[in-house]
């Protein structure tokens, strides 16, 4: 079976992202598509498990180790990129806005004015710009992200009296918020914003999105652990996932430094022209979003060929067959 239509038979949100990003099929086609995310398959089970107050789980962000919360279901049904104008998605989404709070230990605020983590507060950013849920909690937010960007350009959950050197994972949760953010608000952006986000990427940029500055090596042998959903993890090809996505915004080339990682992407790739699930990131899940690890996994597979469409066409070239 070709691999485009081996990823055309899976849940509605991997197709429309395939209409979109792979085949460029007609926005109202894609649209089409798109609409069914919330109303089959994994986003409308997602949005199915919501309480009447609001939450997922009980929690707006949960322990570590709990992925059924708020925080992640929201950043979930991002991903699988569900129509924030369906009526089941503004049902959930007002519900957020009325009933979740943060806990008291996390700064007890609402959920879309976020807390005080860098990360979380990228994740939180990425929903809220999303979901249209833009005011004085974004702003804080993003007040909050500028004044804790690092010296090396990055970011660290960490608060910066115990760490003055960024973190890959934090970096990247909040280089995708303030992207989600310049994409819902376009040339209304500030200039800082978008300075910020250059800077945080150059970050990365400067490591060829893994490896070590002193040495060369892997910054951490998970970054080539591929999975999806990444929450808060960071990975190579989620990070090469943000920067197709910030060229695309920019109307900027592939910087040639994200050439190793692709190359690094490739050697994933297996013979019929997919790539497989990784390990999950600890956690109890309301459902599995992707396939067993080990076996062909259309969300890898698509994401990888798309930042391939975008970085280097010409290693498109495939095995007749999916696995």
């Known amino acids: ?143 909050l992200l500028l004044d804790g960007q690092l010296d090396d350009g990055g970011w660290n959950c960490e608060p910066i009296e115990e760490s003055v050197r960024s973190s890959f994972d934090s970096t990247l949760c909040v280089l995708e918020g303030l992207l989600a953010y310049e994409a819902a608000v376009g040339d209304a952006t500030d200039a800082a914003v978008v300075d910020a986000r250059h800077r945080g990427e150059e970050y990365l940029l400067e490591r060829n999105l893994y490896r070590r500055r002193s040495t060369g090596g892997i910054v951490r042998e998970r970054y080539e652990n591929f999975i999806f959903p990444p929450y808060w993890v960071y990975d190579v090809l989620r990070s090469l996932d943000h920067f197709r996505e910030a060229s695309l915004i920019d109307g900027t080339e592939p910087d040639p430094r994200v050439g190793p990682a692709v190359d690094l992407l490739l050697e994933h790739r297996r013979d019929g022209g997919t790539w497989a699930a990784g390990d999950p990131w600890n956690g109890a899940v309301f459902l599995a979003l992707d396939a067993a690890p080990g076996e062909p996994s259309p969300w890898n597979t698509l994401r990888a060929r798309r930042v391939l469409r975008w970085a280097r066409p010409d290693a498109l070239d495939e095995l007749p067959s999916a696995e």
Not at 63 to 76: C, E, N, Y
């Open 1 to 143: 079976m070709d691999v485009t239509d081996w990823l055309l038979e899976s849940d509605p949100a991997v197709r429309w992202q395939v209409m979109r990003d792979l085949l460029d099929e007609p926005d109202d086609v894609v649209a089409a598509e798109r609409s069914r995310v919330a109303t089959e398959g994994s986003g409308a089970r997602l949005l199915s498990l919501q309480t009447a107050d609001g939450y997922w789980g009980g929690e707006a962000y949960g322990i570590d180790g709990d992925r059924r919360s708020v925080m992640w279901t929201l950043q979930s049904l991002r991903r699988l990129g569900v129509d924030p104008a369906a009526d089941t998605t503004r049902t959930a989404i007002d519900r957020v806005v009325e009933g979740v709070r943060f806990s008291e230990h996390d700064g007890g605020r609402p959920f879309f004015d976020g807390e005080v983590e860098a990360c979380v507060n990228g994740g939180v950013l990425a929903a809220s710009a999303y979901f249209g849920v833009l005011g004085d909690g974004a702003d804080r937010m993003i007040g």
